[in-house]
């Protein structure tokens, strides 16, 4: 489960950051960079005697790739507003059933669309049959695992998926150090976090694990779109390093697969001079409209943490929602309102839901994060989860879903 500690924070004022203070399956989790944040962690995956993958999530599924119309997502030939979640824990499951009762929650509460971590990445080879993607060991050789407990865990996913009518977004790397990041990068070919964005050998390495995920999946619009990475972010960078960076990566992953959507992942920093608050200074060199221009990003996408930035929960967030709509319509890009939670009190997200699908711009919203009984009880409760068939699920999924169909959207 994710877990959040108070940390005092710098220039920004007296709030405080979150930090991660828990174990992953893939790397041991160490302070989070900058100012705030999430992170994710899950317990030790071993592979099962239910792990037999079919190779059928690499091929055509049937459906239809998903489109951009303007400010608009098209799904499966429909121009839609939708409601998805987030799962980072998804791929590392092993056991297919489980895999499946997600998947079949998903579609029957008209969740449209859930974002996986399409990333696993390890400094030291973990005990056998632990599920792991990509091998950077210091002084060896960086091995992208395609086996049974590597990518084909993922090509379930994606099955799964496409049998109940479930659209991905899968991403690349992780901002944070939760399953290896670019920290696990950093630990290999050397550097700093911020020297990543532009290390020659890392991103050579990067490029490669990207083309082996999206050559397995290229032909399958099962595959909402393609994502950068989590949460990039390059503290104390100009902005232009990151927006040069997400430039050479989108047209690289648009050169692999012209298909599918491709989108940065960030949190929306930086969309305007604002309030003044955090989340719209430049100081993680993050400037979302410069990255929204960029020709091979087919949307934007957005991020909402009023306990980790400081921010008041009731008041703050209806600017932020309508700015980036604001932003999205001008470029005549969809944005997409990608994570949000607040763990002091989930009702307060239903206005913040409804304030998503009344603004112009925005196509879309996804809760972080989803969470379910699976064959080995709960999953992560980082006490943001929502849970399914909970109250905070009918709030917010059930009564979302109706409130969207409704509108027309």
């Known amino acids: ?163 109940h009518g479930i659209k991905l977004i899968i991403n690349f790397v992780n901002n944070w150090d939760d399953y290896g990041g670019i920290t696990a990068y950093t630990s290999f070919y050397g550097g700093t976090h911020q020297a990543w964005f532009t290390n020659t050998a890392a991103q050579a390495q990067y490029k490669a694990y990207i083309k082996a995920v999206v050559s397995r999946y290229a032909n399958n619009p099962t595959v909402f779109a393609w994502e950068l990475a989590n949460e990039p972010r390059c503290n104390g960078c100009a902005t232009s390093v990151l927006t040069t960076w997400a430039s050479d990566i989108s047209k690289y992953v648009k050169s692999l697969d012209p298909n599918h959507l491709v989108t940065l992942g960030d949190e929306g920093f930086n969309p305007s001079t604002g309030d003044g608050t955090y989340p719209y200074s430049i100081g993680e060199g993050v400037a979302f409209a410069d990255n929204l221009k960029i020709s091979t990003l087919d949307f934007g996408t957005f991020h909402m943490y009023p306990e980790s930035w400081g921010v008041n929960a009731t008041t703050w967030p209806t600017y932020w929602i309508q700015e980036h709509g604001r932003v999205c319509v001008a470029a005549n890009k969809p944005c997409l309102f990608e994570e949000y939670g607040y763990t002091i009190d989930h009702s307060v997200e239903v206005a913040w839901q409804k304030t998503s699908l009344a603004t112009a711009g925005i196509a879309g919203d996804m809760f972080w994060q989803l969470g379910d009984i699976l064959s080995t009880g709960q999953t992560s409760n980082d006490g943001n989860t929502i849970y399914y068939g909970s109250s905070d699920w009918t709030a917010l999924v059930t009564n979302h879903v109706t409130d969207i169909n409704a509108s027309g959207k």
Do not use: E
């Open 1 to 163: 489960m994710r877990t959040w500690d108070w940390l005092a924070t710098s220039q920004w004022g007296p709030w405080f950051k979150l930090t991660c203070s828990a174990t992953t399956s893939a790397a041991t989790t160490s302070k989070l960079p900058s100012t705030t944040s999430k992170a994710t962690t899950s317990t030790t995956l071993k592979t099962t005697a239910s792990t037999k993958t079919s190779t059928s999530a690499t091929s055509t599924a049937s459906g239809t790739f998903a489109k951009v119309s303007g400010t608009k997502f098209v799904i499966d030939g429909k121009a839609q507003y939708f409601a998805g979640t987030n799962s980072y824990w998804i791929g590392f499951l092993t056991n297919n059933a489980d895999v499946d009762l997600v998947m079949s929650h998903l579609q029957t509460s008209g969740l449209k669309v859930l974002r996986v971590w399409g990333f696993n990445d390890v400094n030291s080879i973990p005990s056998s049959g632990t599920v792991y993607f990509q091998s950077l060991v210091p002084g060896g050789t960086a091995t992208i695992n395609t086996g049974a407990n590597g990518l084909q865990r993922l090509d379930y996913v994606v099955q799964s998926a496409a049998a």
